[in-house]
C-alpha cells in the first residue's frame, strides 16, 4: 500500500515537472514571437562628422573674352561648344562687307584731306587794300585845297584893303571877289572836315577788318588742325580695315580653345562690343557653395566627386571664388542679383570629361570639438517636452530574469547625418537600443537580436 502511494506521488511530481518545462518552452516560444528583437549600442566619446554637398560643372582652367571685330559683317562664327584649333577660323566676316567699307573709308579719307588743304589755304594772311588808304588820299587832296583857297582868300583880303583910292566899282568888284574867296574856303574847310572824319572812320574800319581776319585765320588754322586729326584716325582705321582685308575677313583662335559661349547672330554688323567667351589650359572643377557652407569650407578639403558618367573621383580643393548671378525675381520680374561662391579643384587624372558635363560633390570632416557621449540618431526619440532615448534592462520575474526597455532622457548638443552628441545619465556600459524589428516603448520585454 505504501509503495504505491510513493509511485502515485512520484507521478504527480514528474507530470509537474513535464507542466513547467512545458510552460516554460511555451512562454520563450511566445516569447520569440511577441518580444521585440532589438540591436544595442554604447555611448562613447568622440567626435560629429560635418558635411558639405552640392553640385558642380566642369569648366576649363582659364577664361578669356574675344572681342570681334568693329563694323563687321558675321558671315559665320564657331558654335557654342565647338573646340578651335590655334589659328583656325574663330569668326569669317564678309568680304563683299569689308571691301565697302574699305571704299568709304578711301573717299572719307580723300574728302578730309582736301578739307584740310582748303583750310590750311584759308589760314594764310589775305592780300587787300586798306580802307583807310582811299581816305587818306581823299584827307590830303582836301587839305591841299584848304590850303589853296586860304591863299586865295588872303589874296583877295588884301587887294580889298589895299584898294581905297580905287574907284566905287573896282571896290565893289574886288568886295566880290572877296567874299567869294572866303566861301570857298569854308567850302574847303567844309570838305577838309568830312575827309578827316571819313578817313577816322576808315581807320576804324581797318582796325576792326584786321581782328576779323586773324580770328578767321586762327579758325582756319585751328580747323586744318582738327581735319588733320581726323585724317590720321582715318588713316589708321583703314590701316585696320586692309589688315582684315588681306587675314581674308578671318578672325583665328591664338591658342587651342573652347567656345564656351557665342550670342553672335550670323549677319550681324559689329559695333566692337560683342564677345566670344573661350576657355582654355584643360578643365577643372568648379564647384557650387550654398550660402551656410560658405564658413565651412577651406583649401585643401578633399571632395568626393560624383561624374555625369557615374565615375566616383577624389579632388582636393585649390581655390575659391565668387560671381554675381542674375536672376529674375518671381514677383516682380526684375533682375535680381546675388553673389554665389564656388570652389575649383584640378581635375583628377584620367578623367575624361567634356566641358560643361555636371557632377556632384560631398566634403565630410570629423568636428573640432570632441564629445563625452556620442550615439546613433536611430536611438533618440522624441517625447512630450523632451528627448530620451531607451536603455536594455534585465528584472527578475518569476519565470526568470527577462530583459526591458528602460527609458533615459538625453539632452542633445549637435547632430551629424548618422550621430548625436549628448548629454545624459548614460553609462559606458549602457546597452542603448538603436533598432528594433518592432515598435517599442518604456517596459516592453525586448530581446537581442541574435
Known amino acids: ?30 516569447a520569440s514571437v511577441l518580444v521585440a528583437q532589438v540591436r544595442t549600442e554604447r555611448a562613447g566619446r568622440g567626435r560629429l562628422s560635418c558635411s558639405c554637398e552640392g553640385e558642380g560643372v566642369i569648366v576649363p582652367v582659364n577664361e578669356e573674352q574675344i572681342f570681334l571685330w568693329p563694323e563687321q559683317q558675321v ?56 580802307a583807310s588808304a582811299g581816305a587818306k588820299q581823299t584827307l590830303k587832296e582836301a587839305g591841299q585845297s584848304l590850303e589853296a583857297a586860304e591863299i586865295k582868300e588872303a589874296q583877295a583880303k588884301k587887294a580889298y584893303e589895299e584898294s581905297g583910292g580905287a574907284s566905287e566899282d573896282e571896290k565893289e568888284e574886288l ?37 576779323n581776319a586773324a580770328n578767321a585765320m586762327e579758325a582756319a588754322r585751328l580747323g586744318a588742325e582738327a581735319s588733320e586729326v581726323e585724317v590720321i584716325k582715318v588713316k589708321k582705321e583703314l590701316k585696320i580695315l586692309k589688315a582684315y582685308q588681306k587675314a581674308k575677313g578671318r578672325l583665328c583662335a591664338e591658342k587651342n580653345l573652347i567656345v564656351l559661349r557665342n550670342d553672335v547672330q550670323t549677319g550681324t554688323v559689329t559695333n566692337g562690343s560683342e ?61 535680381v542679383s546675388a553673389v554665389q561662391t564656388y570652389w575649383y579643384a584640378p581635375l583628377p587624372e584620367d578623367t575624361e570629361v567634356q566641358g560643361g558635363d555636371s557632377f556632384t560633390w560631398k566634403i565630410e570632416w570629423p568636428s573640432e570639438k570632441e564629445y563625452e557621449q556620442i ?9 512630450v517636452g ?38 545624459s ?18 517596459g516592453d520585454r525586448v530581446r537581442l537580436k541574435e
Open 175 to 211: 568886295a566880290r571877289i572877296f567874299r567869294e574867296a572866303k566861301e570857298g574856303t569854308e567850302a574847303a574847310r567844309e570838305q577838309y572836315n568830312q575827309a578827316q572824319d571819313s578817313y577816322s572812320l576808315a581807320r576804324q574800319e581797318d582796325e576792326a577788318q584786321e581782328i
Open 275 to 335: 564677345v566670344i567667351m573661350a576657355g582654355s589650359g584643360g578643365f577643372r572643377l568648379k564647384g557650387q557653395v550654398k550660402e551656410e557652407d560658405k564658413e565651412k569650407l577651406k583649401v585643401g578639403a578633399e571632395a568626393e566627386i560624383q561624374l555625369r558618367t557615374g565615375s566616383g573621383k577624389t579632388a582636393k580643393l585649390e581655390s575659391f571664388g565668387t560671381e554675381r548671378d542674375t536672376a529674375a525675381d518671381r514677383e516682380t520680374d526684375a533682375p
Open 75 to 130: 558671315e559665320w562664327s564657331a558654335g557654342q561648344g565647338s573646340t578651335v584649333k590655334k589659328g583656325e577660323c574663330l569668326v569669317q566676316f564678309r568680304m563683299e562687307y569689308l571691301s565697302q567699307t574699305i571704299e568709304k573709308k578711301e573717299a572719307e579719307l580723300t574728302q578730309l584731306e582736301l578739307q584740310t588743304a582748303q583750310q590750311q589755304v584759308s589760314a594764310r594772311e589775305q592780300a587787300r587794300v586798306p
Open 375 to 383: 550615439i546613433p540618431l536611430g536611438a533618440l526619440r522624441e517625447g
Open 425 to 442: 545619465s548614460l553609462k559606458n556600459t549602457d546597452q542603448i537600443i538603436i533598432s528594433s524589428e518592432k515598435y517599442v516603448k518604456e
Open 386 to 423: 523632451d528627448t530620451y532615448c531607451l536603455i536594455l534592462s534585465e528584472e527578475e520575474r518569476m519565470l526568470g530574469t527577462v530583459q526591458t526597455a528602460r527609458r533615459v532622457p538625453v539632452t542633445v548638443l549637435q547632430k551629424d547625418a548618422e550621430n548625436a552628441a549628448v548629454t
Open 1 to 30: 500500500m505504501a509503495g504505491k502511494r510513493k509511485g502515485k506521488l512520484l507521478r504527480i511530481i514528474a507530470g509537474f515537472f513535464i507542466v513547467m518545462i512545458g510552460g516554460t518552452m511555451l512562454s520563450r516560444a511566445a
